[in-house]
């Protein structure tokens, strides 16, 4: 009796394993691995596009289907982007709990890589034109010589350009995408819809 009596449970504990592991967990795992997951904004950088609290859609397919060459228009001027800062700058990690570690960070690229980006004047200008920036709060922007995006980079700004409020490309140049989650250019709360361009 006994030993049947364990066969029953090592049998239960296996098919409870199959259906809660197999059938409920791996299925999360890959969606929020491959498809999307919830970004919650966390400071005021992105003012007054993003407030901190907002929950975004943040979506991985986009980074997925580049890295496996099968194309699509990532990532474009004007995404709001998930990213970490690059690892070799002094910006790109902080300690919580005594554990260092590198946050991510939500930005607006404002170029890509092989554009010529600078501040003139207070103004962003690619490629020599100035941008029109209807989603940036004003605020002081400090000027900075035209630098190229190496390959496989973008330029990222906070839309707070007020000074002080957005660590950004104007404090750690380029981003690297293999330092990038996606895309997060919709809003699921409070307002939820598109978040504008």
Do not use: C
């Amino acid at each position: 009796m006994k030993a049947s009596s364990a066969q029953s449970s090592s049998s239960a504990l296996a098919r409870a394993w199959r259906t809660w592991i197999v059938g409920a967990l791996l299925p999360v795992y890959l969606f929020t691995t491959f498809v999307g997951t919830l970004a919650r904004v966390d400071g005021d950088s992105m003012d007054p596009t993003l407030h901190s609290g907002d929950v975004l859609v943040l979506l991985k397919y986009p980074r997925w289907q580049r890295a496996w060459g099968l194309g699509g228009a990532y990532p474009r001027r004007g995404d709001l982007l998930v990213f970490k800062a690059p690892a070799d700058s002094p910006y790109a990690y902080e300690t919580v709990w005594g554990v260092r570690h590198r946050p991510y960070n939500i930005k607006r690229v404002v170029a890509l890589a092989g554009d010529s980006v600078a501040v003139q004047d207070g103004r962003v200008t690619v490629n020599g034109r100035a941008l029109t920036e209807a989603y940036a709060s004003e605020g002081f922007v400090q000027d900075q010589p035209a630098q190229r995006v190496p390959p496989a980079s973008v330029w990222v700004l906070g839309d707070n350009r007020r000074l002080g409020e957005s660590l950004d490309s104007r404090a750690y140049g380029p981003v690297p995408l293999r330092d990038v989650a996606g895309p997060a250019d919709l809003r699921l709360w409070p307002q939820p819809g598109v978040v504008r361009r």
